[in-house]
């Protein structure tokens, strides 16, 4: 798992509460990703970071947003949760190895919003 | 942007039998097509992945074939085992500039012994 670990794994928050996911790589990579995984949609990128306080937007990015102050650490918040904000959480981390490029997840955070 | 498809949403097969995944891509551009397998429970983790410059790449029992001209790519799983059974997703990078991967959908493959 190239030591990727979200916390928490699992989470349930009222709507429009506030809720920030964790993610830390102990690798050292570059790039990091939060998505989030609904049936029938796969893996659909939040937002992406490509070094320390350089962020930017995935797909469906209204209503997050991220954080990077350390290169070990990505986070993601939630300003004000909803329903539609129930899902599971993947955070990535990517570099290259063997002049391949990896991406390494993390276990995923299970998050539902009432 | 980039935009990939992925057929079947669900396959099953008996086991030692053969599993094929196939997925489309928009951008022809795209250079990098892994694979990832996620277990229930389990963040995905690649498999398998193939360059633009590479028309197969084989692992063991598993394959990947890449039509450029097409635009196509597929996942040959041989000889399937139950350990097998699980959600496979393909991904292709776009020309876009840093490592941001498009995904499909996953296919929910399920082994019967």
């Known amino acids: 798992d190239a030591g990727i670990t979200q916390s928490p794994r699992h989470k349930v928050t009222e709507t429009g509460t506030p809720v920030t996911l964790r993610c830390h790589q102990t690798?050292?990579?570059?790039?990091m990703y939060w998505y989030r995984q609904d049936p029938g949609h796969g893996l659909r990128l939040i937002h992406y970071s490509y070094g320390v306080k350089d962020t930017d937007k995935g797909e469906v990015s209204d209503g997050y947003s991220v954080s990077r102050s350390k290169t070990e650490d990505f986070l993601l918040t939630l300003e004000s949760a909803t329903s539609s904000q129930t899902s599971v959480y993947f955070c990535a981390a990517q570099g290259t190895i063997g002049g391949n490029t990896e991406a390494f997840f993390g276990q995923g955070t299970r998050l539902t919003v009432v | 942007g980039e935009n990939v498809e992925q057929h079947p949403s669900t396959l099953s097969v008996q086991e030692g039998d053969s599993a094929v995944i196939k997925c489309t891509y928009s951008d022809s551009a795209s250079n990098y097509f892994p694979w990832y397998k996620q277990e229930l429970g389990k963040g995905p983790q690649l498999i398998i992945d193939?360059?633009?410059?590479?028309g197969e790449k084989k692992d063991q029992r598993i394959a990947v074939t890449l039509n450029k001209t097409a635009k196509h790519f597929s996942l040959h799983i041989t000889e399937t085992q139950p350990e097998d059974s699980a959600v496979y997703f393909c991904a292709a990078e776009p020309s876009t500039g840093g490592f941001k991967t498009i995904f499909g959908a996953g296919t929910r493959l399920f082994v019967k012994a």
């Open positions: 193939i360059r633009s410059n590479v």
């Open positions: 690798e050292n990579h570059r790039y």
